[in-house]
């Protein structure tokens, strides 16, 4: 078989780049190892944990806030099978839509693991050991990332599991201890602590997040400590004990100290994730990776002549909706046609409750790089909506760089953020200001936060200026 292109790795980025080079033309193939295409984030990792916080927070609104809206239940009990089998269930119909696209785009599914055999030569061992060859003009790697282990500890997917244990566990454990305060081990906990566990959770740095606007990641932490969720920052995890009825976990500060033992049921292991380039064939045309396992690219994702990269295997923020765009990219540039990623205006969610989203620099990036800026704030305790629905946690909060008057990162936490992100990526991609935003009518809703905000960010009086249309300076209309 002889291709355009090739794309070893079916995760979201490889897809996505199959579905669209499909559409303009090109020859292509996607390489699964999996049996299954969707890679980690439809299969084990985001979907199957976003049907798990969804299905865990009705249970909890239904046990703890039904009763404070005036709405009676009784009899409310945890089915853990049916919520197991719905999350199978959408995770399936889901992996078998991304199938039928590439049958639809009319993209060769290559079920094998794939490695690189040299210049445009792919060789695929099957599933019964067969290998066979696939030459190529073009390859994307698109391999994806797996948990990073913990030094001396042995995950057995049952009482010390990864992300992928910890979305089918078979009962609710008594006590989860959670290894690592990133958005992973925050989300599962969650689900798990909704549905009766008591969370701890362990984090070698002295925050939570640690990749998120400080200010952020502090009012979060409150909000879930306040939820029940109990931490131990700046401990590491020196050793895991088996015992017949339970775990011991040994603690200790991560600067030096003395060091104790913590009970637990089940230990959750989420201390990030790493590349996965193993057995790639990356030598075979000179590909090598960085100290830290990724593969660097020449700033346009392109590694070595016909050979490209995408996603976690490569750097910048392990998204599936980042790989997306580079895949979709790529695909256009083999095509001929224009391909472009604006790595400054990336959302990131966090899906617990309340929500944290995120988009562009942290105020700590800013003052590392000697920006100045605008603050803006808003406290959703403020807004109407909020107020209403019992979801007054959490803020939104506005930056915007003085010389540019350009938004350049804004940091919410609160409920349903995750669809307010949207708006603010718009916004900066098309170089809004502050003002922009201020500008902007918003219904009198949770949205109306981020213009609130975005006000307190601009100037403390907003002047007249060019419109589409013609304003009326005293009734403040616009006739087109």
């Not at 949205?447 to 975005?454: K, N, Q, T």
């Not at 009086?461 to 616009?478: A, F, H, K, Y």
Request: aromatic residues 4%.
């Amino acid at each position: 078989m002889s291709y355009d292109l090739v794309i070893i790795g079916g995760g979201p980025g490889g897809y996505n780049c199959a579905i669209r080079a499909g559409q303009l033309g090109l020859k292509t193939a996607i390489i699964e190892s999996r049996g299954k295409l969707g890679g980690t984030c439809l299969n084990v990792g985001c979907i199957p944990s976003k049907a798990l916080l969804h299905a865990s927070e009705y249970f909890e609104a239904a046990t703890k806030t039904f009763p404070g809206m005036g709405v009676k239940v009784s009899g409310v009990e945890l089915d853990l099978p049916q919520m197991l089998k719905q999350k199978d269930d959408a995770v399936d119909g889901l992996t078998k839509g991304v199938e039928f696209l590439m049958k639809k785009n009319k993209v060769d599914y290559v079920k094998g693991f794939g490695r690189i055999a040299g210049k445009g030569r792919v060789e695929v061992t099957g599933p019964d050991g067969a290998k066979q060859t696939l030459e190529t003009k073009n390859i994307v790697i698109a391999t994806g990332s797996e948990p990073t282990p913990l030094p001396n500890i042995d995950i057995d997917e049952e009482r010390i599991v990864s992300s992928t244990g910890a979305l089918s566990l078979k009962q609710v454990p008594k006590k989860l201890i959670v290894v690592g305060a990133g958005v992973i081990g925050l989300e599962l906990g969650s689900v798990w602590r909704r549905v009766g566990a008591e969370v701890t959770v362990v984090e070698f740095l002295d925050k939570i997040t640690p990749t998120i606007d400080t200010e952020i990641s502090t009012a979060f932490q409150k909000i879930l400590k306040k939820q029940g969720v109990k931490f131990e920052l700046g401990h590491k995890v020196t050793g895991i004990e088996k015992l017949h009825d339970g775990l011991q976990v040994s603690i200790e500060p991560a600067k030096g100290g003395a060091a104790r033992t913590l009970d637990a049921d089940v230990v959750l292991v989420a201390i990030g994730r790493r590349p996965f380039t193993k057995d790639l064939g990356l030598d075979t045309v000179g590909i090598k990776t960085d100290q830290r396992g990724f593969i660097p690219h020449n700033g346009h994702l392109k590694v070595a002549d016909g050979i490209y990269v995408i996603g976690d295997v490569t750097t910048g923020p392990m998204l599936a909706h980042k790989a997306e765009e580079e895949g979709i990219a790529i695909a256009q540039v083999i095509a001929g046609q224009w391909g472009h990623v604006n790595y400054d205006v990336i959302p990131n969610v966090i899906y617990t409750y309340p929500e944290v989203a995120t988009a562009g620099k942290t105020e700590e990036e800013l003052k590392a790089a000697g920006v100045e800026y605008k603050v803006g704030k808003f406290q959703f305790m403020a807004n109407s909506r909020a107020r209403t629905n019992h979801e007054t946690d959490g803020l939104v909060k506005v930056l915007e760089e003085v010389a540019t008057k350009k938004v350049v990162g804004v940091h919410m936490v609160g409920a349903g953020v995750g669809e307010m992100i949207g708006e603010i990526c718009v916004a900066m991609e098309f170089g809004a200001s502050a003002e922009d935003i201020a500008r902007t009518c918003h219904l009198l809703r949770c949205p109306e936060a981020v213009r609130e905000a975005a006000k307190d960010g601009g100037s403390a009086v907003l002047e007249p200026r060019r419109s589409t249309g013609t304003i009326s300076p005293l009734q403040g209309r616009v006739s087109r």
